[in-house]
């Protein structure tokens, strides 16, 4: 049974990875577009939350020391707190490339999103 565990953090480990990485060089490919587009800037900050997420990930399970498994973490959860945003950002702008311009509704929203994550942000730096 302690094989199998083994195996599948192993697999575990190597997928998180492997997304940590296509997700890197997704964004290094995505950079050298036109990022006066609103479609490719809002998929460029989805993608940055993604290797931030997945490449903390990868870095936990090499670490032993208390102090920089805290840093790694906070780092993930930064990822993880701006993500929503970044998905809802993406999500908006394709649908103002397709023919759903947003009347205020949805920029209002998109513009509450980024506050609340940047609350979100403010409270994990200051540790509270």
């Given at each position: 049974?302690?094989?199998?565990?083994?195996?599948?953090?192993t697999?575990?480990?190597?997928?998180?990875?492997?997304?940590?990485?296509?997700s890197?060089?997704?964004?290094?490919y995505?950079?050298t577009?036109?990022?006066?587009?609103?479609?490719t800037r809002?998929f460029t900050?989805?993608l940055?939350?993604i290797v931030?997420?997945f490449?903390?990930?990868a870095?936990?399970t090499?670490?032993?020391?208390q102090?920089?498994?805290?840093?790694?973490?906070?780092?993930?959860y930064?990822?993880?707190?701006?993500l929503?945003?970044a998905?809802?950002?993406?999500?908006?702008?394709?649908?103002?490339?397709?023919?759903k311009?947003?009347k205020g509704?949805?920029?209002?929203s998109?513009?509450?999103s980024?506050?609340?994550?940047?609350?979100f942000?403010?409270?994990?730096?200051?540790?509270?």
């Amino acid at each position: 049974m302690e094989g199998l565990l083994l195996f599948l953090r192993t697999i575990n480990d190597v997928i998180t990875a492997g997304v940590a990485i296509i997700s890197f060089s997704l964004l290094i490919y995505v950079v050298t577009f036109n990022l006066h587009d609103c479609v490719t800037r809002s998929f460029t900050f989805l993608l940055a939350c993604i290797v931030v997420v997945f490449g903390s990930d990868a870095f936990v399970t090499t670490t032993f020391r208390q102090d920089e498994l805290f840093f790694i973490l906070r780092i993930q959860y930064m990822g993880l707190i701006f993500l929503p945003t970044a998905y809802f950002l993406f999500s908006d702008a394709l649908l103002t490339i397709t023919g759903k311009p947003s009347k205020g509704k949805r920029r209002i929203s998109g513009y509450i999103s980024i506050i609340i994550s940047s609350v979100f942000f403010i409270l994990l730096m200051a540790g509270i």
